[in-house]
């Protein structure tokens, strides 16, 4: 609170923004804005017979003429803010105010004043904004701390998904039956975080599948997806040294309609009998039938979404399961990528810290403590987090 008042204060004086003296009109930068507005304020003229409003006059260049921007039809109130969208003011721009009484008639009665010649300014910081600031403050320095530590080969932690951990036992199990493995990476498209979460996940997949020496099958309900699964999984073979084994019909498109994808999805599943089923991605109401399919087949299956009413199905009818977030850190868990690791630690202490605050503001405010109820208080918090 004393940065938002003290700031914009300094800036102010800093600019040259000072009232101006020397007449009973006198003009001030509205704090914390773009130029586009100022206050106009003159001395109460005491009682004046006949009178019905003040008019608001501006001239915007030494030649120019003097435009109504306001009235006022109170006599005590004597302050005005110009930022009237028809009469636009721009930062830098001249102008001088002139305040008139007038009747009911709109004839002038006694001229108030004419203010001096006053140039709008541009705040150089928002005093207002202070809350984001330390916001994206927080936010990056804690990112950058995290990302620093972990491109120094520090060991961050990051607890063991018991999903990924069979990853290896999966696909090994896959080549010791002589089966591929079948990834599904969900049927949502390219703008769902779920579908680029999947996509990260099946890189590592995809490699460790060729580093063993066995198939992958990637049906694809988005052409966009395809596209983008199909250099995924070929770049994978290239990098475990093995580009002569990916066939081109490993990752395919099948059908943008819902249903018909997963009637073809469990065709593959009860022709080919894949040994390890990978649902990660985004599912709707096709996930249970899926998963049961799959289950029938007596497939090992790992799934993972951040889709909270489909989360039950794959629950109850697969072996592992990846739970929100769980799906989101997949592809740092796998890799190990030291951006990955750092930017999921980083979230982790910025989500951590952000409940800790919340837990013991709510305790203070159990206890009636004084600060947390005052409303100025308050503001600032809720501000503070709708950032």
């Given at each position: 609170?004393?940065?938002?008042?003290?700031?914009?204060?300094?800036?102010?004086?800093?600019?040259?923004?000072?009232?101006?003296?020397?007449?009973?009109?006198?003009?001030?930068?509205?704090?914390?804005?773009?130029?586009?507005?100022?206050?106009?304020?003159?001395?109460?003229?005491?009682?004046?017979?006949?009178?019905?409003?003040?008019?608001?006059?501006?001239?915007?260049?030494?030649?120019?003429?003097?435009?109504?921007?306001?009235?006022?039809?109170?006599?005590?109130?004597?302050?005005?803010?110009?930022?009237?969208?028809?009469?636009?003011?721009?930062?830098?721009?001249?102008?001088?105010?002139?305040?008139?009484?007038?009747?009911?008639?709109?004839?002038?009665?006694?001229?108030?004043?004419?203010?001096?010649?006053?140039?709008?300014?541009?705040s150089f910081f928002n005093g207002s904004k202070i809350n984001t600031f330390i916001a994206v403050t927080f936010v990056f320095t804690t990112l950058i701390s995290f990302l620093t530590l972990a491109k120094k080969d520090k060991k961050l932690f990051i607890r063991k998904i018991a999903g990924l951990d069979a990853l290896?036992?999966?696909?090994?199990?896959?080549?010791?039956?002589?089966?591929?493995?079948?990834?599904?990476?969900?049927?949502?498209?390219?703008?769902?975080?779920?579908?680029?979460?999947?996509?990260?996940?099946?890189?590592?997949?995809?490699?460790?599948?060729?580093?063993?020496?066995?198939?992958?099958?990637?049906?694809?309900?988005?052409?966009?997806?395809?596209?983008?699964?199909?250099?995924?999984?070929?770049?994978?073979?290239?990098?475990?040294?093995?580009?002569?084994?990916?066939?081109?019909?490993?990752?395919?498109?099948?059908?943008?309609?819902?249903?018909?994808?997963?009637?073809?999805?469990?065709?593959?599943?009860?022709?080919?009998?894949?040994?390890?089923?990978?649902?990660?991605?985004?599912?709707?109401?096709?996930?249970?039938?899926?998963?049961?399919?799959?289950?029938?087949?007596?497939?090992?299956?790992?799934?993972?979404?951040?889709?909270?009413?489909?989360?039950?199905?794959?629950?109850?009818?697969?072996?592992?399961?990846?739970?929100?977030?769980?799906?989101?850190?997949?592809?740092?868990?796998?890799?190990?990528?030291?951006?990955?690791?750092?930017?999921?630690?980083?979230?982790?202490?910025?989500?951590?810290?952000?409940?800790?605050?919340?837990?013991?503001?709510?305790?203070?405010?159990?206890?009636?403590?004084?600060?947390?109820?005052?409303?100025?208080?308050?503001?600032?918090?809720?501000?503070?987090?709708?950032?």
């Amino acid at each position: 609170m004393i940065f938002k008042k003290f700031i914009p204060a300094v800036i102010l004086v800093f600019l040259g923004s000072l009232t101006l003296t020397g007449s009973s009109v006198c003009v001030e930068d509205v704090p914390d804005d773009d130029g586009t507005a100022l206050i106009i304020s003159w001395e109460p003229p005491g009682d004046i017979p006949g009178f019905f409003m003040y008019k608001i006059y501006r001239k915007d260049s030494p030649d120019g003429e003097f435009i109504q921007v306001g009235k006022s039809s109170k006599i005590e109130n004597c302050v005005f803010v110009d930022r009237d969208p028809r009469y636009p003011l721009n930062a830098g721009m001249n102008v001088v105010y002139r305040i008139v009484a007038n009747d009911e008639e709109g004839n002038e009665i006694k001229e108030i004043g004419v203010s001096e010649v006053f140039s709008s300014s541009h705040s150089f910081f928002n005093g207002s904004k202070i809350n984001t600031f330390i916001a994206v403050t927080f936010v990056f320095t804690t990112l950058i701390s995290f990302l620093t530590l972990a491109k120094k080969d520090k060991k961050l932690f990051i607890r063991k998904i018991a999903g990924l951990d069979a990853l290896d036992e999966a696909v090994g199990r896959a080549t010791e039956m002589g089966r591929p493995v079948l990834y599904v990476p969900g049927l949502s498209t390219m703008d769902d975080i779920a579908t680029v979460a999947s996509i990260n996940i099946l890189g590592p997949v995809a490699k460790k599948v060729a580093e063993y020496e066995t198939k992958i099958l990637v049906p694809n309900r988005n052409p966009i997806v395809y596209t983008i699964t199909h250099e995924v999984v070929k770049e994978a073979y290239l990098e475990a040294g093995r580009p002569d084994a990916f066939q081109e019909d490993q990752v395919f498109f099948v059908s943008e309609s819902q249903f018909a994808y997963v009637a073809a999805v469990n065709g593959i599943m009860m022709r080919e009998k894949p040994a390890t089923n990978l649902f990660l991605g985004m599912f709707w109401a096709e996930s249970l039938l899926l998963a049961e399919t799959g289950n029938a087949t007596g497939a090992v299956q790992i799934a993972g979404t951040d889709s909270v009413t489909q989360l039950p199905f794959f629950v109850t009818s697969c072996d592992y399961t990846l739970i929100g977030e769980e799906l989101y850190a997949a592809s740092a868990y796998l890799s190990r990528d030291p951006v990955l690791v750092g930017t999921i630690k980083a979230q982790d202490i910025e989500k951590a810290i952000i409940l800790i605050l919340l837990v013991l503001l709510s305790i203070l405010a159990i206890m009636n403590f004084n600060l947390i109820r005052s409303d100025n208080f308050s503001r600032l918090i809720m501000s503070f987090f709708g950032t």
